[in-house]
Nanobody, 121 residues
């Protein structure tokens, strides 16, 4: 079974930094896209950042210049370095992956369980 496990969340002061990690495990042929989404209280889940296998990245406007997404492909791991954190960054952060289970398979979408990030003012 494929599983995504996030870590690195916590409580930080405004202006501080956190680094989130997400490790994918199981029978995986290839991971085409990995990304981070977040859901704040009373809000819809939104894309924060994503990175494709070729290295191209996309960021939400709110994350540009402050957050950096990266991948360690050998360990099927994606990271989100978050700097200059603001109270409005407070949310549950979810890891997402679009992957193939075997050569020529469709893309399958998986989600992690989420990790809480709380930024105090």
């Amino acid at each position: 079974q494929v599983q995504l496990v996030e870590s690195g969340g916590g409580l930080v002061q405004a202006g501080g930094s956190l680094r989130l990690s997400c490790a994918a495990s199981g029978s995986i042929f290839s991971i085409e896209v990995m990304g981070w989404y977040r859901q704040a209280p009373g809000m819809q889940r939104e894309l924060v950042a994503k990175i494709i296998s070729g290295g191209s990245t996309n960021y939400a406007d709110s994350a540009k210049g402050r957050f950096t997404i990266s991948r360690y492909n050998a360990k099927n791991t994606v990271y989100l370095q978050m700097n200059s954190l603001k109270p409005e960054d407070t949310a549950v952060y979810y890891c997402n992956a679009a992957l193939r289970l075997y050569a020529g398979s469709p893309l399958y979408n998986y989600w992690g369980q989420g990790t809480q990030v709380t930024v105090s003012s």
